[in-house]
């Protein structure tokens, strides 16, 4: 979070890719971009008889600008991506707690 030119700013809009998919999508960073403005996917996992059965990636999108790339085999290459990911809950309440005046505990 400390390298983010605009912390709050990233993550919501990080957030609302998130929501265009549904409450299940994971989303994770890509570790070979700008550090200030990563790189990022947008994955649905996918369930089955409530077991995750796996990750679909969705989109990928420009960490600088936002804007959805068009989808390259070069995306496939998993050592480009984070091993971390979060979830759409877990980016919500991050971006809760970019806000100014957040104090943790309270509401």
């Given at each position: 979070m400390d390298?983010?030119?605009?912390?709050?700013?990233?993550?919501?809009?990080?957030?609302?890719?998130?929501?265009?998919?549904?409450?299940?999508?994971?989303?994770?960073?890509?570790?070979?971009?700008?550090?200030?403005?990563?790189?990022?996917a947008v994955n649905e996992v996918m369930f089955e008889d409530s077991d995750p059965i796996g990750q679909v990636t969705m989109a990928i999108y420009h960490g600088r600008t936002h804007v959805e790339y068009e989808y390259d085999t070069l995306f496939d290459d998993y050592t480009l991506w984070s091993t971390e990911k979060m979830g759409f809950t877990a980016v919500q309440q991050l971006v809760g707690e970019l806000r100014p005046g957040y104090q943790r505990g309270f509401p």
């Open positions: 390298t983010l030119s605009n912390p709050l700013e990233y993550v919501r809009l990080v957030l609302d890719h998130m929501t265009g998919y549904n409450r299940d999508s994971v989303v994770a960073i890509c570790i070979r971009s700008n550090p200030k403005y990563p790189d990022y």
